[in-house]
């Protein structure tokens, strides 16, 4: 498939995810939304590793050659820092509802006084 | 020995800063001989540079530069020719004698307050020698501006009475309106000419237009009439009797107002190149001398009538320049110095020994209780009214013949005019010394003779009244008598290349023109003293034409209304409605602006998380696409939209 399919698809992902960050009001949804942008970007990673890969394969004729590699290497990289993430933001939210028995983000306009 | 002619303002200077600065340490005795001892230097010195210019010394010495600059240098110089060599004599002679007298009179002051009067003379001494030392213009406005200050600084010399403040604020301001005039005139100089030093000028007098003569001829003459109060400028002088006597005797008799004689004596090339200018100074100086002598007859105040008379003498020197007798006037201004500074200690030891009491109505019979005063007064009188052989007669008979020679009618005014003069200089003495006591004599404080160091000066001051006016007897006396025309023929020397010698009368008409005058100034005399003793002034205020007389014709309240009160209208007008509405809203609206965007500002901190955000979100946007402006970037957003 041409790669600009992967590259759109991936584009309207990150939309979709940063759109719900902003206006979504529950804390929850909000990390679902975060999760899915770093989603689509893992995708878009592999896609243009991909891209990469063939690329200079073509171009080399060489043995299968590892261009293009590290964009696969550091998805997972980007999969370990989303798994710390979470773990660090849910920890928060639920102290928050233990505190305010809600997940409402406007209820945290505490900063304003 | 000329390089010593620094000395002769370093003195006073000295003596200004020790006893300036030493107020509060040092004792009313030697205040008094720091005082005195500075100016007697100076006189001594002033001695040694007069007997070098006799001998056909002199000279310029620059002491250093004010500015130097290939278009314009002006140097801090000193200049000694015969006129300032004169003025040194004149100034530190009869300034150390006052020096002296106010040694006694000032004796009721504290120590601080004493040193700070002595300090101000001193100064005052300094400024005036800076004015006539100066070899140009720039050193003499110096001197010019110092005077002015001195003379501010003493007039309100109690200063914890209002009404005397008034009377300085008021000299100074006009003053100063006269030194616009000069400060223009040397500003013209220098465009013309590219120079400020006498020398330079009266060598490139060629240079100048008629036109450019003229003006700075006037511009001059304003200066002169601020300084020498003339008419329009000179309401300031008679007010400024609120200063202790000595200081009305030094700096309004004798120095500080004959600044302006002596500027126009010093240009006076300059002055016969403008005859348009001559003619005005000449008539400036017969209106004044009348229109003092009028509202001299009238007055009260012992110090009021000298005022007055100073005013209207001052007018005399001015029509003997305008007349073109440059010798005659300085030769007043001498003359003048001598019988005006007695008349006022005079009147000084009067109102010290009436314990402060300046009203002539509640005088009389002091001739027994104040005999040196009295005898120096009258010899002071006789010279003021130029009767011979005093020095009046010499100096006043010069500016008249040569008034005649100009114009007649200067003669038949300027003769008035010192009818008037003998008539109530004799009506002062008369109230103040003859007939009966009109007052009560307190046994306490009894009416007695002044100290010596008062006695002395007047003494002295008595002698030159005297003896003053046989330095310059004229042609038609004594042939080649006239020795101050002698000495101050150098300077005097471009302008008679350029004016006709036209004496058409012969020495009878002369001798017979003389002695009708004197008979007629003889018998205003005699009638002052008579009128005088019948007939004292009542208390009541003056109505009718006396009134006019007696109010100044005036002229106070004429300048108040028609000057000073629109002026403060219009001051009052920028500080309300400009200052206040215009600049200060100004002002303080940007202080409100700032207010008003800090509060604008704050309401971005919402302290919702969300909104915090979206504003990261969007800053972010803007970041990537300004940073990562490349092309191929470009081209990519492009192929979407095209």
Redesign the interface.
């Known amino acids: 498939m041409p790669i600009n399919y992967y590259i759109f698809f991936c584009l309207a992902l990150f939309s979709i995810g940063m759109v719900g960050v902003l206006t979504r009001r529950n804390a929850i949804i909000i990390f679902m939304c975060i999760e899915l942008m770093l989603n689509a970007v893992n995708l878009l990673l592999v896609a243009f590793s991909k891209m990469h890969n063939g690329i200079a394969a073509a171009a080399a004729n060489n043995p299968p050659s590892t261009v293009g590699g590290d964009g696969q290497i550091f998805v997972f990289f980007i999969m370990v820092v989303a798994a710390a993430e979470v773990s660090v933001g849910l920890a928060i939210i639920v102290m928050m509802y233990r505190n305010i028995h809600s997940v409402d983000i406007n209820f945290l306009n505490r900063l304003k006084n | 020995m000329s390089h010593l002619v620094f000395l002769v303002p370093l003195f006073p200077l000295l003596g200004f800063l020790i006893n300036g600065l030493g107020r509060n340490l040092l004792s009313k005795k030697s205040i008094g001989a720091i005082g005195t001892g500075a100016v007697l230097l100076s006189f001594l010195v002033s001695i040694q540079l007069f007997l070098q210019v006799l001998q056909g010394g002199g000279g310029v010495d620059t002491l250093f530069y004010l500015f130097k600059t290939p278009e314009l240098s002006i140097p801090f110089a000193f200049q000694v020719d015969a006129l300032s060599a004169l003025f040194l004599l004149i100034i530190t002679g009869i300034g150390s004698l006052i020096h002296l007298y106010s040694t006694a009179y000032m004796h009721d002051e504290s120590a601080p307050h004493f040193a700070r009067y002595f300090a101000y003379l001193n100064l005052f001494v300094f400024s005036m020698l800076l004015l006539v030392l100066g070899s140009g213009f720039v050193i003499m406005f110096i001197g010019w501006e110092g005077v002015g200050l001195c003379s501010y600084l003493l007039i309100g010399y109690w200063f914890t009475n209002n009404d005397y403040n008034y009377a300085a604020r008021k000299a100074f301001v006009m003053n100063r309106i006269g030194d616009l005039g000069f400060l223009l005139a040397i500003f013209w100089i220098i465009s013309k000419l590219g120079t400020t030093e006498y020398a330079g000028v009266l060598a490139g007098v060629s240079k100048l237009s008629s036109s450019d003569i003229t003006a700075i001829t006037l511009l001059l003459f304003v200066g002169a009439m601020g300084k020498s109060a003339q008419i329009p400028l000179y309401t300031w002088l008679p007010d400024a009797m609120a200063g202790p006597t000595p200081v009305s005797a030094l700096i309004h008799a004798a120095t500080m107002v004959t600044a302006g004689i002596y500027m126009i004596a010093r240009t006076n090339l300059l002055y016969t190149m403008a005859p348009f200018t001559q003619s005005l100074v000449a008539i400036i100086g017969l209106a004044t001398a009348l229109f003092a002598a009028t509202i001299a007859l009238r007055q009260n105040d012992i110090k009021k009538v000298l005022a007055y008379s100073t005013v209207s003498q001052l007018g005399y020197m001015f029509l003997g320049l305008g007349v073109g007798a440059y010798t005659g006037a300085v030769f007043h201004v001498m003359t003048h110095a001598f019988f005006k500074a007695l008349l006022f200690l005079g009147a000084g030891s009067v109102i010290h020994a009436m314990h402060h009491e300046q009203d002539i109505r509640k005088m009389g019979g002091l001739q027994k209780r104040l005999p040196h005063t009295h005898l120096t007064f009258l010899l002071g009188c006789l010279a003021i009214a130029g009767i011979p052989p005093f020095s009046g007669f010499f100096s006043k008979d010069e500016i008249l013949s040569a008034a005649l020679q100009a114009n007649p009618i200067f003669y038949v005014l300027g003769l008035i005019g010192a009818l008037l003069t003998a008539f109530y200089m004799f009506r002062l003495y008369t109230l103040t010394f003859l007939g009966n006591a009109r007052f009560q004599e307190d046994p306490h404080h009894a009416v007695h003779e002044s100290p010596w160091q008062m006695v002395l000066p007047l003494y002295v001051l008595a002698i030159l009244s005297v003896a003053g006016g046989w330095i310059g007897i004229p042609e038609w006396i004594l042939p080649h008598a006239h020795r101050l025309e002698e000495l101050l023929q150098p300077i005097f020397a471009g302008s008679a290349a350029l004016t006709q010698e036209h004496s058409h009368l012969t020495h009878a008409q002369e001798w017979m023109l003389t002695g009708a005058a004197t008979l007629l100034i003889m018998v205003a005399v005699i009638f002052a003293i008579r009128s005088a003793s019948k007939h004292v002034p009542s208390s009541d205020p003056a109505s009718g034409f006396s009134g006019l007389l007696e109010n100044k014709w005036y002229i106070d309240e004429l300048y108040d209304n028609a000057i000073v009160k629109p002026l403060q209208a219009f001051a009052n007008l920028l500080k309300n409605t400009i200052e206040k509405s215009g600049i200060d809203a100004l002002v303080n609206g940007v202080g409100k602006l700032v207010h008003y965007g800090g509060r604008q500002m704050r309401l971005v ?6 909104n915090y ?2 504003i990261m ?1 969007l800053s972010m946007v803007v970041f990537l696409l300004i940073w990562f402006n490349d092309s191929t970037l470009m081209k990519f957003l492009h192929s979407f939209f095209s």
Do not use: A, T
């Open positions: 901190q919402s302290g919702q998380v969300g955000i979206l979100v």
